[in-house]
Structures are given as structure tokens and as C-alpha cells.
């Protein structure tokens, strides 16, 4: 199958547009297969991102660049009770998720 | 859900930021593409789950604003494009992975079939989703 998601990158331009990840701590919610989280780890200082569903975590761990492996954090976690202190993160991303 | 925000308000910094961004349902069109444009075929069915995913991320956030947890910056809306080389591909994605959401009614589907066979050679099917972003600031 040859889909193509957003071949115009309109979502990473609107991202980068509403948030300024420059030297930010980033906590991304619900990052699944983390399609979204390589469209800006890049410029964070330091990304967790995090979801419930085991298996789409397992293909982003797999997916990660090598280059982003100590600057992204993949965890499995449900937003209802998130296992971080208070007031760790400069930007949050509900991506896809709410 | 505004139990989640709540949650995310906790762990950020006073005066942090919080990215909403969702596809939001609206009878997305159906397109054929060649090159620079793009020629409407139909629309896709929003089905009832998507649309009460819809409306309760919409009153989780406004229910977190009124409770002075969140004040709204910045929104804008966006397309986010879904494009296949065949309607075929188009179908097959849809009912593997949009089940339950969104319906490709068979009239949309002979419509983007009919259309994609007699347009250009470089003519693909695509989807165009209605987004939502916004920026909200912890108060």
C-alpha cells in the first residue's frame, strides 16, 4: 500500500508554529507508534513521551533514531495518573490523544 | 478525561504550555489529486463513537478552563492529508483501520473510482482531515 500521511508537512509547521521546543522539556501524551514525536524531538532538550498501548510503543522504540535515543524517553503510562513530579515539563502535547 | 488534564497540569511549570491537537469530525472530504489540485468526489460518514470521542474532548477542555486550570492562546485549523495511489488502497486502509469511525459509503467509493479512472496518470485518492490545534497556557 503506498499511503502518504500529510505530504505537505502541515501538522509539523502548525506545531512548530504554536510551540517554541528550543531548550524545552517536552512531555508528549499518547505518542503511539511516535509519529508525531520525530516531527520536533529534534529541537527539544528532552522529550518523555508516553501511551498506553504496549505494542505502538514497542514499533516507536523500534522506530527511534539513533541520534534521539538519549533525548527521547518512551515509557508505557496512562495519563490518569502520571509517574512524574510536579512541575518536570515546560510543554505538554496531547497528540491525537484528548 | 479532565481528570487526565488535571494531571498534565500538575507536571507542568507555572506558566507551561499545552499542545491540543485532534482530527476533528467533519464529513472529511473525499478527493481525487493531480499535481496542484484537487477535485471533491464525496464525503466520508462520521459515525457515532468518533462523534462522541468528538464532543467530549471538547468538554473535557472546556470543562478544565472553567475551572481556571487553562487559558486558550492560539487556534487554528489545518487539512491533514491521507493520500493513496488507488481507491482500492483507499478502502482497504479505511476498513482496517477506521473501522467503527468512519464510513466510505459505496456511492463515495464508485464516485472516487469513477473519477480516478479517467483523470491523470499521476491521480491519486486522498482524504483531507479537518484539524484542530491549540495552545493553551497553565494558569
Known amino acids: 500500500m503506498t499511503l502518504q500521511r500529510d505530504p505537505q508537512n502541515l501538522e509539523?509547521?502548525?506545531?512548530?508554529?504554536f510551540a517554541d521546543f528550543r531548550d524545552k522539556r517536552v512531555l508528549e501524551v499518547g505518542c503511539g507508534e511516535g509519529r508525531l514525536?520525530?516531527?520536533?524531538?529534534?529541537?527539544?532538550?528532552h522529550v518523555t513521551a508516553f501511551d498506553p498501548d504496549l505494542d505502538a510503543l514497542r514499533v516507536a522504540c523500534a522506530d527511534r533514531p539513533v541520534r534521539l535515543e538519549s533525548r527521547v524517553a518512551l515509557t508505557g503510562a496512562s495519563a490518569r495518573h502520571l509517574p512524574f513530579p510536579h512541575e518536570k515539563f515546560d510543554i505538554a502535547i496531547l497528540a491525537w490523544s484528548l | 478525561m479532565v481528570h487526565a488534564l488535571g494531571e498534565i497540569r500538575r507536571v507542568l511549570v507555572p506558566d507551561g504550555v499545552l499542545i491540543d491537537l485532534r482530527p476533528l469530525e467533519a464529513r472529511w472530504p473525499v478527493e481525487i489529486a493531480s499535481g496542484a489540485s484537487s477535485v471533491e468526489v464525496g464525503r466520508l460518514t462520521d459515525l457515532p463513537i468518533a462523534i462522541a470521542?468528538?464532543?467530549?474532548a471538547t468538554r473535557a477542555m472546556q470543562e478544565a478552563e472553567s475551572r481556571?486550570?487553562?487559558?486558550?492562546?492560539?487556534?487554528?485549523f489545518f487539512s491533514y492529508v491521507y493520500s493513496w495511489d488507488t481507491p482500492s488502497e483507499m478502502k482497504e486502509f479505511m476498513e482496517d483501520e477506521w473501522e467503527g469511525f468512519e464510513k466510505l459509503e459505496d456511492s463515495v467509493?464508485?464516485?472516487?473510482q469513477s473519477a480516478w479512472a479517467v483523470a491523470n496518470a499521476d491521480a491519486r485518492v486522498q482524504v483531507r482531515v479537518k484539524m484542530l490545534i491549540t495552545r493553551w497556557k497553565k494558569k
Not at chain 2, 68 to 76: D, K, M, N
Open chain 1, 12 to 17: 509539523r509547521k502548525a506545531l512548530h508554529r
Open chain 1, 37 to 45: 514525536t520525530w516531527l520536533y524531538a529534534d529541537s527539544a532538550l
Open chain 2, 53 to 56: 470521542d468528538d464532543e467530549a
Open chain 2, 68 to 76: 481556571g486550570w487553562f487559558v486558550r492562546e492560539r487556534e487554528e
Open chain 2, 109 to 112: 467509493y464508485q464516485s472516487a
